[in-house]
């Protein structure tokens, strides 16, 4: 394939993270992990080329499928279908800007250069129950959005901040300007989430100007991004999301363009099927927004899910949910184009063992693979209807052992230890007294936040807790000592006039 030389403003992640980010920091590439091989790759491709050309996509009369036709694509009408040739994917593809840079509010530690096998872990999702810290099941509300974003916004291995949850007591016509401000205000990671309308929309936009500094200052540091879930798996548009869609890249602002098809369900049982189906897709959206505006900060959303064919259920924790979200990142990487994608969700109802593997499995299967912005890797349970307070901070840990298998084993004269071998076994035959080790201890080991390693009699002395209990206790101390950097308060007034803001001043620090 034809491939772009386009680039973003900044080529490479050139952050300097505090301790104990040096360890396993945002930004290490993957891509040690293959589960397809280079001939599958193209066999997918081409197959998917196919799809766009023989099946096509639904897309009825409207400014979209105009904005097709002028660009070379053919219709049939009365199945309201727009057939895509190859030649136009291949000039999309060489249109498309290959790395996308996200940027923290106020905060370079947190800027995101996505593309290559680039890999930043957050938080995703839309819940609607959150299980509290009492253990009690509830809805969510604008309130959670708000605290979990205080919580992660001191999380290190949650490198963005994608609303979670979808704030039940807010009403529709004033939601995601709330639910930005709510995130924005308690957090100087990137801040993700998305918007219903397009009046909705240029309200985010316009409140985020002001908390910028004006139109171009945003759009030069874009510390706002958008989702858009903008296709009905099989292979159809969804028309009022989709004009969300064109007026975000008409806006020049960075959007993922999200596909979820399940597996057995929405898309083909057979895994490979599944990716051919989402891969046209997410080449359709990829083709769109070129068209629109050449060049624009799109990222390619693949979400391969999967449904158990037993039940019929969406499935989050199963292994070939690992193994699509893992081989997806290889087509992003054989596009050289950024990739947003999955990982860390359970089908567990509260942090448990099934939670713990479940997350573990997937969330490594797509970091290693090089994705390079996975999200729901915090918080999720029960299939991505619920989060819990303490499971972001276990899932913290859980991403921290993740970017150190990322990081990898980094193999020079000075590690291949010839002389401390040679020292040792000359010596008391003992390494853990070394200058070496002294030396490594904190620059090449990750050590565990919350997951315990003390003797039994320790652990017992100190309470016997377990993992999930010495979250909770974590959650509390964060939400009471850690204090996020703050918005200025006469900016905040200025926001609070102009727009419909409900959340009470003390969650936003004032």
């Given amino acids: 394939m034809g491939r772009s030389r386009r680039r973003s403003r900044r080529s490479s992640q050139t952050a300097s993270p505090q301790s104990p980010l040096h360890v396993a920091p945002p930004g290490l ?63 999309a593809l060489a249109a498309a800007q290959n790395e996308v840079t996200l940027y923290g509010r106020d905060d370079a530690r947190w800027d ?41 916004d001191a999380l290190n291995n949650i490198h ?26 308690n957090t100087t990671k990137h801040v993700t989430g998305n918007a219903y309308t397009i009046d909705t929309l240029h309200d985010v936009i316009e409140m985020c100007e002001l908390i910028a500094g004006g139109a171009e200052a945003l759009r030069a540091r874009p510390f706002i991004s958008f989702i858009t879930c903008w296709t009905v798996s099989p292979l159809r548009y969804a028309m009022e999301t989709v004009e969300v869609l064109t007026e975000i890249v008409r806006q020049g ?27 046209a897709e997410e080449l359709s959206g990829l083709v769109y927004c070129n068209l629109i505006r050449p060049g624009c900060s799109v990222i390619l959303g693949y979400v391969p899910s999967v449904a158990d064919l037993r039940t019929g259920n969406f499935v989050g924790g199963a292994p070939e949910f690992a193994l699509m979200n893992a081989a997806v990142s290889q087509l992003g990487q054989f596009y050289n184009l950024p990739v947003y994608n999955s990982s860390g969700l359970s089908d567990s109802k509260v942090p448990d063992a099934q939670a713990g593997y479940e997350k573990g499995i997937t969330g490594l299967a797509a970091a290693l693979a090089g994705a390079n912005y996975i999200h729901h890797s915090a918080g999720f349970l029960e299939s991505l209807l619920t989060v819990a307070y303490e499971q972001y901070v276990i899932d913290d840990d859980i991403n921290g052992a993740i970017m150190r298998c990322v990081r990898g084993i980094e193999v020079t004269d000075e590690t291949l230890s010839v002389d401390v071998i040679k020292e040792a076994c000359f010596g008391d035959g003992h390494y853990l007294a070394s200058q070496q080790a002294l030396k490594m201890m904190t620059t090449e080991y990750q050590y565990p936040h919350t997951a315990d390693r003390a003797r039994r009699d320790d652990w017992e002395a100190n309470g016997a807790q377990d993992m999930r209990e010495r979250a909770r206790a974590e959650v509390r101390r964060i939400l009471k000592t850690h204090t996020p950097k703050r918005i200025d308060p006469a900016l905040d007034a200025q926001i609070r006039a102009q727009f419909d803001i409900v959340l009470p001043p003390k969650l936003a620090g004032l």
């Avoid at 897309?59 to 030649?87: K, L, Y």
């Avoid at 963005?160 to 205000?185: G, H, K, M, Q, S």
């Avoid at 602002?253 to 891969?279: D, H, M, R, Y």
């Fill in 160 to 185: 963005f901040y994608l609303r979670p949850v979808v704030a039940r007591d807010i009403e529709i016509d004033v939601l995601d300007v709330n639910t930005y401000y709510a995130a924005i205000t």
């Fill in 29 to 91: 590439p993957g891509g040690t992990y293959k589960p397809l091989t280079d001939a599958q790759i193209v066999r997918i491709h081409e197959a998917s080329l196919d799809v766009l050309e023989q099946v096509g996509i639904q897309v009825p009369a409207s400014e979209c499928r105009d904005i097709f036709v002028a660009g070379g694509a053919t219709v049939d009408e009365a199945r309201d279908r727009v057939f895509i040739p190859r030649q136009m994917v291949a000039d």
């Fill in 253 to 279: 602002l960075p959007v993922f363009i999200s596909s979820a098809p399940q597996s057995g369900a929405t898309s083909p049982a057979a895994l490979a099927g599944s990716l051919v189906q989402i891969n």
């Fill in 112 to 152: 995101m250069t996505l593309g290559g096998q680039r890999v930043y872990m957050g938080t995703g999702g839309s819940a609607v129950k959150v299980l509290d810290l009492d253990g009690r099941m509830r809805e969510s509300n604008l309130a959670d959005v708000a605290q979990i974003g205080h919580l992660c």
